[in-house]
């Protein structure tokens, strides 16, 4: 399991990068330009991403009371791109040096519209790199809708060779 985990997590922080290369070729105001989507622009939709990770992150670290780091976030888009870059490679590495009890382990935590939820630590982190796949997928269909004609990396699972 740890193998599986560790190899997503690195996949999750390679894709995320190609993507990220991808986005700071554009404009600012291509970023901002709503387009329709679970968010409606590149900018929100990276700027959940943050989020989402860095929230998954926190219940990993078992922090009472988690964060959102993008709430409020006034930067560039770069830096909203570099924070969301730097919290999944945070992600791997906790991923690296969890242990294979702590990765049983069954977090417990709150949420607004299921009150409190128990997930084991393998089945979040399953879920947090989906979760980041599916709007990495909805970039990309930004990015065309948008009509910008910047070739994008391959960034399905089978394209990652893992680094060693």
Known sequence: MKELLVHYASYN???N???????LKLDEAQTETEVGGS???LKKTVL???????????RLLLTEKPVDPSAGFTGSFEAACRAWQQQSQALQEWVKHATPVRLEHTLAYNTSGSGVVKLPVHDALMHVFNHSTYHRGQLVNMIRMLGIS???????????KPRK
């Open 13 to 15: 922080c390679w894709a």
């Open 17 to 23: 990068q190609q993507i990220i290369a991808v986005l």
């Open 39 to 41: 968010f409606p622009s």
């Open 48 to 58: 959940h991403l943050w989020f989402a990770e860095s929230i998954w992150h926190q």
């Open 150 to 160: 910047t070739k994008i990396p391959p960034l399905d699972y089978r394209h990652y």
